[in-house]
Nanobody, 130 residues
Framework: QVQLVESGGRLVQPGGSLRISCTSS????????MGWFRQAPGKEREFQAS????????FYADSVKGRFTVSRDNGENTVYLEMTNLRPDDTAVYYC???????????????????????WGRGTQVTVSS
């Protein structure tokens, strides 16, 4: 059973950087993809980035490409999201999620939607403000 816990969210000034983490209590298999999503008040949950656990292939939403980097530590069952040049509109609750069928069901781009992710953490708040 995969149980995910995010950490590292905090208040950051505009232009600043932050790394948030997500650790699984269970082993993440190579055929999984891990994704990061965010949800701002009054808005839908939106995809940010994902990574195949086996070969570390990544995919990003256009809005964060070049600013956010997703990575993973297989030994620690942890996935990271490094965020740079943060803006006030990056303020949201950030969630990590696991797609256990990623390897079998198409590309990371095709599966960049909450509906493909079976396991979710409770989120960590990131606030970008001066």
């Amino acid at each position: 059973q995969v149980q995910l816990v995010e950490s590292g969210g905090r208040l950051v000034q505009p232009g600043g950087s932050l790394r948030i983490s997500c650790t699984s209590s269970g082993r993440i298999e190579d055929h999984y993809a891990m994704g990061w999503f965010r949800q701002a008040p009054g808005k839908e949950r939106e995809f940010q980035a994902s990574i195949y656990w086996g070969d570390a292939t990544t995919f990003y939403a256009d809005s964060v490409k070049g600013r956010f980097t997703v990575s993973r530590d297989n030994g620690e069952n942890t996935v990271y999201l490094e965020m740079t040049n943060l803006r006030p509109d990056d303020t949201a609750v950030y969630y990590c999620a696991a797609d256990r069928l990623a390897y079998y069901g198409g590309s990371l781009q095709l599966r960049a939607s909450p509906k493909f992710y079976a396991y979710w953490g409770r989120g960590t708040q990131v606030t970008v403000s001066s």
